[in-house]
């Protein structure tokens, strides 16, 4: 048994309906043949935008959590910072470095532990 075809009516723009005559003809097929042809490349090209948009907006979005983290993780360092007003400058450097090597590995080890949890066993998970 062949495929089911379906039928659809639509209205094309006088140019267009030439463009789609002009083709036909000089394929010798018809009308309808090449309008599926059109059809269906048009589809799998849209198909294809889709899965590329797709792609760099899930790197966009990794990009501004890993901006978000960093801004995060800043903040930490700096408030860890604040209760050591009295440490000289290189004291001081080398305490917000660690800290904001510390919330680094935190946040890494949250998000660790967040990515094993089987999403059945959370009830409100944020994206990783």
Request: proline content about 2%.
């Amino acid at each position: 048994m062949g495929a089911k075809r379906y039928q659809i009516a639509i209205r094309l723009e006088e140019e267009t309906y030439q463009r789609l005559d002009e083709l036909a003809s000089q394929r010798k097929l018809s009308l309808s043949a090449i309008a599926r042809i059109c059809l269906d490349d048009g589809v799998a090209g849209f198909d294809r935008r889709y899965e590329i948009l797709r792609a760099r907006m899930d790197g966009l979005q990794h990009e501004v959590q890993e901006t978000a983290t960093l801004a995060r993780t800043a903040i930490a360092a700096v408030l860890l910072l604040q209760d050591n007003r009295d440490d000289d400058i290189e004291t001081a450097k080398a305490k917000l470095l660690g800290n904001l090597l510390d919330a680094v590995s935190v946040e890494k080890l949250i998000k660790d532990r967040l990515a094993a949890v089987p999403p059945s066993q959370v009830r409100h998970r944020r994206s990783a």
